[in-house]
């Protein structure tokens, strides 16, 4: 998601006072001429944060919630936003405390307590939504509190901690409105962020207001804001040529992005530092075609990512053959150092050396996303073209799709990774880990392991050997097959300003910096 960030600096600076506090933003313009419309294919999976853990709930929750740290814009160290100041406690790793800031208030008018954000952490625990963000708070034991502070046990060391709690997992929620033993349905939030949700119909639009009772890392609040959801790319597409939206978000075609011209009237295109990935992922379980490493090895050995990046996503993409995206710390080639070329001769020999039986049957699920269609129908004439496989695609609606691949309803399914902060574990504990956010059923000691080494250590450059050890093997067990990585890329009409501020690989969508020059 972004450039890298990694030394003693990133946890060290989490030691935070009030005065790391302050976000300036751009003068915003008259707000006459309405509301700034913002075009996204992303899917607000649920308004509940105990309930969504994707990029399109936490895009909208980062708006709409606060949490105790946050990111200002550029930076990848959390700053206070809804705590005065917040560190480690001892040397263990084990201990973080954070003091809640004064005279806060959520959109409702109500005071926020730290028993609010108890109750917010604690209930994310006692859900336990498959489709939360539970993995992500998987090392936290206990809160507890006492006047002003909020204390997180943690039952290992976890020096991204920090980087957890500023994302949507930290989402603090009105402890009087949200029940705390189920999620809440319905179409309101009641949060505590630089904006209170106004109205919302599912999967249409979204309207934002400034809440006048947001105090926090954002001094200057934006103006109002509609959010457009479309189904897919090509939909909001013919809304941002019609221009019935004034800023295309993710995702628009590969096709849009790369025919920008600089020379276009009126438009701007902005290009942000960011890893989204894309990877393709396996259902280990019991009577999987996918549960014989072999099948996975022989599927990995024959994927021509090079063809991906060039004839789907028209160079909008790079090829990606690890786990951590280039750019940032523990990044390593371990699947191309075991596969440098697209090799169905190799695929055919472990075949018949396992023993099995082909051509191999399978079903490669996909959701939402630019070029979707496309890229699993390339990955299916590439598998089919070595006799190896039969492949069906499937396409499933998003909600589903999160629902399907975590009870094993899928042989395999294409997922894109949009990272929920600055750091190289949110690309191995999510993805690999024993908490995987993504169900595979895979499971393996040594890599949870080095996860725990991984997460024990302030200063992340030092444990680069272990992520690319992480990554050495998942390239030879093969539970994933990483795809690509891409920027992050924002049209706008060239009379919005702060456009390059949207987003910038934290996860944060600042809704809040847009305004009418």
Known sequence: MRGVRAGAALVAAVVLGSGLAGCELMPLGDDDQGPISVGTTDTVTTLDPAG???AGSWALFSNLYQSLLTYTPGTGVPVPDAASRCGFHGGDLRTFQCELREGLKFGNGREVTVKDVQFSFERIKRIKSPQGPLSLLDTLETVT???????????????????????GAGAIVDSSRYPGDRLRTGTEADGSGPYRLESYRPKTVAE??????????????????????????????RAWKERSIDVAGRLMPPADIAGHSLSDSGVKLMESAGSETRSLFFNLRAGSPFEQQPVREAVAAVIDREALARDVHRRTVEPLYSLIPQGLTGHSTAFFDLHPQPDPEAARTLLRRAGITTPVRFTIAFSQGAATQEEAALLKKQLEGTGLFEVATQYVEWTEFQKGY???AYDAYCV?????????????????????????????????????A??????RSRVTREFRAIQEIIARDVPVVPLWQKKDYVLSSSTVSGTQFLSDGTGLWRLWELGRI
């Open 52 to 54: 969504a853990y994707d």
């Open 145 to 167: 509190t006492e006047d002003r502070t909020i204390t997180f046990q943690l039952r290992v060391p976890d020096a991204t901690f920090p980087f957890k709690i500023a994302t």
């Open 208 to 237: 934002l207001r400034p809440s006048k009772n947001y105090q926090g890392a954002v001094k200057h609040k934006g103006g109002a804001v509609s959010v457009h959801y479309y189904r897919d790319a090509a939909a909001m597409s």
């Open 406 to 408: 975590a009870r094993g």
């Open 416 to 452: 894109g990774w949009l990272a929920d902060f600055p750091d190289p574990d949110n690309f191995t504990a999510p993805l690999v880990g024993r908490s995987s956010s993504f169900r595979s059923g895979y499971d393996n000691p040594r890599v949870e392991q080095l996860i725990r």
């Open 454 to 459: 991984t997460q024990g250590s302030y200063q």
